[in-house]
């Protein structure tokens, strides 16, 4: 049986969570706990906020397991610093996996990993500890991704890639067939990336750059309003 759980972090990603958690994986989240200068009102969404310096007044790690809802800041750095700290209490960590994500049966997959439906993993894939993986996002056959990664949605990692620990993937970025990817790389939004990178390299591709016509002109002139 399930011990309920806390969550850290009182922002949108802890709400996103919030919902997976019980709607779809069956936990009961019984409080948040932030950092006390963030405990507020010391209520959110329902539930107590309580502060992490004095969680063990309220929580205890003999009842409650916990989860880490915070995003990618200072390449996921401060997430990996509050997981370490609710370990250090005592805590045991759960991982967010919802079954609506099909994960394969052969999944390899540490604790405070989540996996937003509908991603796309294939057999043969090695999930690290403290692994956030959004909606949409491909992980190929015999791809590793260790320790405090995030991978945005509709990023894709071909298959026998390794994507080092600390590492961001953006939006729509493509990581080729066998490629390895160092700690702490930063891969911007449409990325493609063919070679292997380096640790702590960063790889952005340059946006669109918006043409002379506003979009009434642009109509007027082009076929787009024949479709």
Not at 18 to 30: I, R
Not at 56 to 81: K, L, S
Not at 86 to 91: E, K, R, V, W
Request: proline share 4%; net charge neutral.
């Amino acid at each position: 049986m399930k011990k309920p759980i806390v969550l850290f972090g009182t922002g949108k990603i802890a709400e996103v969570i919030l919902y997976y958690a019980e709607q779809e994986c069956g936990f009961q989240v019984d409080a948040f706990v932030v950092d006390q200068a963030y405990v507020g009102r010391g209520e959110w969404k329902g539930k107590p906020v309580y502060a992490l310096e004095n969680l063990h007044e309220h929580i205890r790690p003999e009842t409650h397991d916990a989860f880490v809802a915070i995003g990618y800041h200072n390449m996921n750095q401060v997430r990996a610093q509050k997981v370490e700290a609710l370990q250090n209490l005592g805590f045991t960590l759960v991982s967010i996996l919802p079954a609506s994500a099909n994960a394969p049966k052969d999944l390899t997959i540490g604790f405070n990993c989540f996996i937003m439906p509908p991603a796309i993993l294939h057999p043969c894939v090695t999930i690290g500890n403290d692994v956030f993986i959004w909606s949409g996002a491909m992980v190929a056959h015999h791809s590793s991704i260790q320790d405090h990664c995030w991978i945005t949605s509709t990023a894709n990692i071909g298959g026998n890639c390794q994507i080092g620990e600390h590492s961001f993937l953006a939006l729509n970025t493509t990581v080729s067939h066998g490629i390895t990817i160092g700690k702490k790389c930063f891969l911007g939004a449409n990325t493609l990336v063919t070679k292997n990178m380096e640790d702590g390299q960063v790889v952005i591709a340059e946006s669109a750059k918006p043409i002379r016509l506003n979009s009434t002109q642009f109509l007027k002139f082009s076929s787009f309003s024949n479709l």
